[in-house]
């Protein structure tokens, strides 16, 4: 007999915190409320069992600290939300740069750019749902109903342009310029940071640990101890980006499209009633990928006689082994010996997959010693980047169009963009005013020369020389002849609708490498790596003097 349709079978819930399961007859029936308020649908009884129901589609709105509602609200009272701005997405400090920096104290470093295509995503979703005003509706703050009724509508209508996903981005680089109504850029920031903090540190962390594993198998194993379910698949995303060839992670092999591979853990080995029996039942049921894991108890003398033994099995049935894991003690030594003996036994082709807390540090060493590893299983410190686990991006408005008693005042016009400055003690911390845009210098040899922040209407066309001035230190100075300019921005959204062809997850993976080939491995290196010059315009550096003059004599006055 059929089973009864329920009624999942029927909606997609997307907005509900709860399920309510009739104890008679099994009806779940969905709800904000924990309490069951009415009897089954189905039956009529009245006894449920509650469980807690949460979809990752919903609370788009919501995803926000609450001062970004506080500050929407005042704003919209004031009538000023719909006022324009600007808002540019950077960060200060490159992280996982260890040294003490060149003669000036100055660290290098990079940032590969991640998280574009989860944030598209992300402002296509955005909307405050039924439940989420509902929520909005029982705080103290007691926001009037008109103003719950203009978030209900509200979307993104905003223009967005930013650096394609997987590029190389260099401190105080603005890397997305966002040009919306107030209350929609203070609406995305948290929401925004979150996710491009999040995923370029992790990309960042995985473009340096390719860099050093080269051309060797490179495999995402950290599912397990990445904080959070979101961020063990969109970690596995950068993962892949960065150069990995495949992850452990199966939820995000099948969001991505991206692929997934896996050896054995000690748990197959110690279930059996021997080591041996073990690898030959996997080997019998995946002849064709068997990579046995040598270190359950004794791996030079005991889980690789086994693995032999294995690989002589496979041999006569027509397969030959893929790999062996050594996943403890010395990875050096063992490998070195593993790889003599499997060499001794004719099995040259079988490759050695070395896990165990690895990092790009300690991949180095391997390498630097000599250990014979072919494949590289990372995870712990991948996902969570173990030694710098914070991206500082932050997301600052720039510019603003006038307001209503600044126009009638006369002091500015209508399409005036008003650039914008905050003071702060240092002068690094002194955000970079106006609306900007950003060039990337490529010299004939199609190597990265620097970056040239100007203010949007500024043109390079044309010009054939140009000094790159460092920011804050006047005696830093380059000269360069000879080169192609080229925008990093594209425009992503235009009028609140997406118009950036999203590039596939290959396609971003391919772009990282191509971009990153153009810089040279001296901006790259793990350790005190040269600082990449980036420069203001002298229009944008004029400006920023001019404003940050007259800001200390406003408030001096
Ligand atoms: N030759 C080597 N040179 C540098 N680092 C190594 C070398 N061999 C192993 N390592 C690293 O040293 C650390 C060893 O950690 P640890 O002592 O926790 O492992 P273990 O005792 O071998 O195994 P277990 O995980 O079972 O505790 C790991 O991060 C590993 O990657
Ligand atoms: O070491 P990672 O880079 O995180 O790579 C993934 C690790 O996860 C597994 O072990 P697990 O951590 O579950 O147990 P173990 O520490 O006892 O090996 C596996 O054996 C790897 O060692
Ligand atoms: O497939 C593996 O070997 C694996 C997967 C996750 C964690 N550690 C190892």
């Not at 062809?501 to 290196?525: M, S």
Request: glycine share 8%; with cysteine; charged share 25%.
């Amino acid at each position: 007999m059929p089973q009864a349709k329920t009624i999942f079978d029927y909606i997609k819930p997307t907005d509900y915190r709860f399920v309510h399961i009739c104890r008679r007859c099994d009806q779940p029936q969905f709800s904000n409320e924990r309490e069951p308020a009415e009897a089954c649908v189905r039956c009529g009884n009245d006894s449920f069992h509650v469980v807690p129901y949460y979809n990752p589609d919903q609370d788009y709105g919501l995803d926000v600290d609450y001062y970004a509602i506080t500050m929407m609200y005042a704003l919209w009272k004031e009538g000023l939300h719909k006022t324009q701005v600007v808002y540019d997405d950077f960060y200060r400090k490159a992280p996982f740069v260890k040294g003490v920096g060149d003669f000036s104290g100055e660290l290098g470093g990079y940032v590969a750019f991640g998280g574009l295509g989860h944030l598209i995503e992300t402002i296509n979703n955005l909307h405050f749902s039924e439940a989420d005003l509902d929520y909005l509706r029982q705080q103290p703050e007691g926001f009037e109903e008109a103003f719950l009724e203009d978030l209900r509508k509200l979307r993104f209508s905003g223009d967005m342009y930013a650096v394609e996903e997987g590029n190389l981005v260099f401190p105080n680089t603005p890397l997305i310029r966002l040009e919306a109504p107030v209350w929609e850029c203070i609406w995305i920031e948290a929401m925004l940071l979150n996710i491009i903090n999040a995923e370029s540190l992790v990309l960042t962390k995985g473009s340096r640990i390719k860099t050093i594993a080269g051309k060797d198998g490179l495999l995402e194993m950290g599912k397990r101890r990445a904080q959070g379910r979101d961020a063990s698949v969109y970690g596995a995303k950068m993962a892949y980006i960065a150069g990995f060839d495949a992850t452990s992670n199966v939820k995000a092999g099948k969001q991505f499209s991206m692929p997934i591979t896996g050896t054995q853990a000690h748990v197959y080995i110690m279930f059996h009633p021997s080591e041996l029996e073990a690898f030959l039942a996997y080997a019998n049921v995946f002849p064709q990928k068997t990579i046995p894991l040598l270190d359950t108890t004794d791996t030079l003398n005991s889980g690789l006689p086994h693995a032999i033994t294995t690989a002589r099995k496979l041999q006569e049935k027509g397969f030959e082994m893929t790999a062996v894991r050594l996943d403890s003690g010395d990875l050096a030594y063992l490998s070195k010996k593993v790889r003599k003996r499997l060499d001794e036994e004719g099995l040259e082709h079988v490759k050695i997959a070395a896990t165990n807390d690895l990092d790009e540090y300690t991949i180095a060493s391997l390498k630097q010693q000599g250990a014979q590893i072919d494949i590289w299983g990372v995870g712990t410190k991948f996902i969570t980047a173990y030694d710098n686990p914070a991206l500082g991006g932050v997301h600052k408005i720039v510019a603003r169009r006038a307001l209503p008693q600044e126009l009638r005042a006369g002091i500015y016009n209508e399409d005036d963009w008003i650039p914008l400055i905050k003071i702060s003690e240092s002068i690094e911390k002194i955000l970079n005013p106006g609306r900007k845009k950003v060039y990337r210098l490529f010299g004939p040899d199609g190597m990265a020369k620097g970056d040239y922040i100007c203010l949007a209407h500024e043109s390079l066309e044309g010009q054939s020389e140009i000094v790159l001035k460092h920011p804050t230190n006047p005696l830093k100075a380059k000269k360069i002849r000879d080169f192609e300019a080229v925008e990093l921005h594209k425009q992503i959204f235009k009028q609140g609708k997406c118009v950036y062809d999203v590039p596939t997850l290959e396609e971003v993976r391919a772009y990282h490498q191509r971009q990153k080939n153009t810089f040279w491995e001296e901006y790259l290196r793990l350790e005190v790596p040269e600082v990449y010059p980036v420069s203001l315009s002298d229009e944008l550096r004029n400006m920023k003097e001019r404003l940050i003059e007259e800001k200390r004599q406003h408030d001096d006055g």
